[in-house]
């Protein structure tokens, strides 16, 4: 008696002969858009505290900044108005999206109880933006000393004019004003920091694009 064996053939199989290629493609592709969604094409905002080895210690602020970046980058402080808080301005300002494509790091200090205490005697809030200049560029990013500027706005930008070298030595090496002043406070430093405006009573991406444009040309003396 005879026995036959019979093979069926796998249709799998022949698909994937004529499919290799393809599929291949499909699953790089799919590996690279999910590397891209996960990275988020750049920077992530983050709430951090000051750390208790800074004299603003305890204090909050929101950080937008490369963690690695290859060469030293510009960094941005910028400022809220009084009643608002730092996560509106990150939102509202898109900022942090001008900073992915233009390869800067930000950060928005928080004032406390949402007020800045610009004519505060003991220069706390003075000291406070001189400490997150000081904090992001030891712990959050690689920072170039000679790239910072600060921007603000309304009572912010009372802030930024009134404290950019109120004490020691400049840290920036511009101040940005957003926004219009019946009397607009004189800087303590006069022409030895540049100051650039937007006139804007709404804080949009442009006016970010604008302030980065005109801020990034100056750096600061050595």
């Not at 560029?137 to 109120?166: F, H, M, Q």
């Not at 540049?194 to 302030?211: C, F, G, N, Q």
Request: hydrophobic share 45%; with cysteine; charged share 25%.
């Amino acid at each position: 008696m005879w026995f036959g064996v019979i093979v069926a053939s796998n249709p799998l199989a022949g698909w994937w002969g004529k499919n290799k290629r393809t599929a291949y493609i499909v699953l790089a592709v799919i590996v690279v858009l999910f590397v891209f969604v996960n990275r988020g094409g750049g920077a992530k905002t983050k709430r951090v505290e000051m750390p208790k080895d800074y004299g603003s210690a305890g204090r909050e602020l929101l950080v937008h900044a490369p963690a690695h970046p290859k060469k030293p980058i510009p960094l941005v402080l910028i400022l809220h108005d009084d009643n608002l808080d730092a996560k509106t301005l990150d939102h509202d300002s898109g900022a942090g999206s001008v900073a992915n494509s233009r390869d800067f790091a930000v950060a928005y200090p928080e004032a406390v109880g949402g007020t800045w205490r610009i004519d505060s005697p003991d220069g706390a809030d003075a000291q406070y933006l001189r400490d997150v200049v000081a904090y992001v560029s030891a712990k959050k990013s690689k920072i170039d000393p000679n790239r910072v500027y600060v921007w603000g706005v309304g009572e912010g930008a009372r802030l930024a004019l009134t404290t950019v070298c109120a004490t020691g030595k400049p840290v920036f090496a511009a101040v940005g004003v957003v926004g219009q002043f019946a009397q607009e406070p004189q800087s303590p430093c006069g022409d030895r920091v540049p100051k650039v405006r937007a006139a804007d009573i709404e804080w949009k991406k442009k006016v970010s694009e604008a302030l980065w444009e005109a801020s990034s040309k100056n750096h600061r003396a050595a």
